[in-house]
């Protein structure tokens, strides 16, 4: 039966990419951690690794087993710090998993007014790029809660919070920047400020572009939200974000344009079971702020 140190071995080995940098972490010598990694894999019934000269890579026994592992290390934590609460050690930490676009725009007036409520309370992020990589570490026991885009066939707890507006942004001086709405057709030849492929706001603006019947040019991709407004507004092309980002990081000569129709994504909170009582405490956090409909003022 895999212990947990034996699956603490496996995963960080995975991260590391090598048995040596990863006994080096967990300060164990390389044959400890290796015998531990064979106990590992006598239990579960085959190789779990492929050593390669330079990396390790998962076989597919090895793949099967990842996520379960992350899961059981991600509870064990959770169970420490809930001990440790109950014997007034600590006072908890709440575990939020979303997207990096929502830490800019919608989760930073909503941790300032936890802090102020849960002073004593701490919060750990997990930022991830799409809602299907957040679905899938949600499933694997990543955090407490989820705060994203509505996930499809989410067989656990989900509450909606609000509708998220996208804007477009261009240059102050462009064409298109003599108004305050657009109609996406009206930027059908234009090259866009894009999102690096993998990115949730690439599919919102290829689908958006899609329903007004074109597909967008590219002129540069990116993989940072923040960086998408200050391109647009530099004069690369227009930019499709999240309203609720720019009191953050609209850029000096950014002319801002609400798209007609609107562009909106629904955001929820979810969680793999009924939320324990902090996280509940956050969702109606959530629900109940001014921000949950993801408008900037």
């Not at 540069?220 to 309203?243: K, N």
Request: aromatic fraction near 4%; hydrophobic fraction near 45%; include cysteine.
């Amino acid at each position: 039966m895999a212990t947990l140190r034996q699956l603490e071995y496996l995963v960080t080995v995975v991260d590391e990419g090598s048995f040596t940098k990863a006994a080096d972490l967990l300060h164990v010598t390389q044959p400890a951690l290796s015998h531990q990694i064979r106990t590992l894999e006598r239990s579960a019934g085959g190789p779990l690794l492929e050593r390669l000269p330079r990396t390790v890579r998962l076989t597919p026994t090895g793949r099967a087993m990842l996520p379960h592992a992350r899961a059981a290390l991600a509870d064990a934590e959770r169970a420490r710090c809930a001990a440790r609460q109950a014997a007034g050690l600590e006072v908890g930490e709440l575990q939020i998993a979303t997207l990096y676009s929502v830490t800019l725009g919608v989760l930073p007036g909503a941790l300032r007014r936890w802090r102020q409520t849960h002073p004593d309370v701490g919060i750990r992020l997990f930022e991830h790029r799409h809602t299907d990589e957040l679905v899938e570490a949600m499933n694997a026991g990543e955090a407490d809660l989820a705060v994203g885009p509505e996930p499809s066939n989410w067989s656990g707890v989900t509450r909606t919070l609000g509708t998220e507006e996208l804007v477009v942004v261009v240059a102050s001086d462009d064409p298109a920047a003599t108004g305050d709405t657009v109609k996406l057709q009206e930027l059908a030849d234009r090259a866009w400020v894009h999102y690096a492929p993998g990115h949730g706001l690439a599919d919102v603006l290829d689908r958006a572009c899609a329903l007004a019947g074109f597909e967008p040019r590219i002129a540069v991709r990116t993989e940072q939200t923040a960086a998408a407004p200050a391109l647009a507004a530099a004069g690369l092309g227009p930019a499709l974000v999240p309203d609720n980002i720019l009191d953050t990081v609209l850029p000096r000569g950014g002319h801002v344009l609400r798209p007609d129709p609107p562009v909106r994504r629904t955001l929820t909170a979810y969680t793999r079971g009924e939320p324990d009582p902090l996280a509940a405490a956050f969702i109606d956090l959530l629900v109940w702020g001014d921000h949950a409909a993801g408008t900037r003022r």
